[in-house]
């Protein structure tokens, strides 16, 4: 069975996290698309799935998504946003995509800051549902940074491990 490395990126930043998590699964079969070009979730055993927060939320391609996988599915899944990385929002975004995944099996989480461009920076400051984490925002220039590509490329083969360890001793 194959693995595959799914994301929703408008500005790219997801997209880098999803490159590093696909280049840390080595020689594992494997594939990586966007969201919107998965055919057929039931090719896979295992399932990396990312998202941005946009809206303080989980982008809506991503939750229909996540919704759709099917259970005997291992997920792992993974967010970038604009906020610090260990923020409430961040996690509560996580809580929510898990919370999705009805069927599927969640067995890892990761997330890490991206920049959010200036101009949207500036267009929501003054929103006031926004100021929060647009403050923090303003600190995230550069993420996904070369720790954040480390961090990822840890995290994939961590979850590779558990997927590992489940197929050596299965839960019958
Ligand atoms: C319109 C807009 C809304 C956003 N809303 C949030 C938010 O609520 N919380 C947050 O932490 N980051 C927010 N962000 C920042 C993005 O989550 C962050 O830049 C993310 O890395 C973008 O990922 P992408 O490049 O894969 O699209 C927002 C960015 C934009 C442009």
Known sequence: MKTLVTYYSKTGNTKAIAEAIYEA???????????????????????????????????VPAQNFIKSIPSGVNLALFSTHGALREGRMPKEAIEHAIG??????????????????????????????????????QSAPSHPDEDDIKDAKTFALDILKKVEKFDAFPVR
């Open 25 to 59: 699964l080595g020689k594992e079969n494997k594939d990586i698309k966007p969201i919107k070009e998965v055919k057929n979730t039931e090719d896979y055993s295992l399932i990396f799935c990312g998202f941005p927060i946009y809206a303080h939320s989980v982008p």
């Open 100 to 137: 999705l995944a009805k069927n599927a099996k969640v067995i890892g989480t990761f997330n890490c800051r991206g920049e959010v461009p200036q101009d949207e920076l500036d267009s929501l400051a003054d929103k006031p549902e926004h100021s929060a984490w647009v403050m923090e925002a």
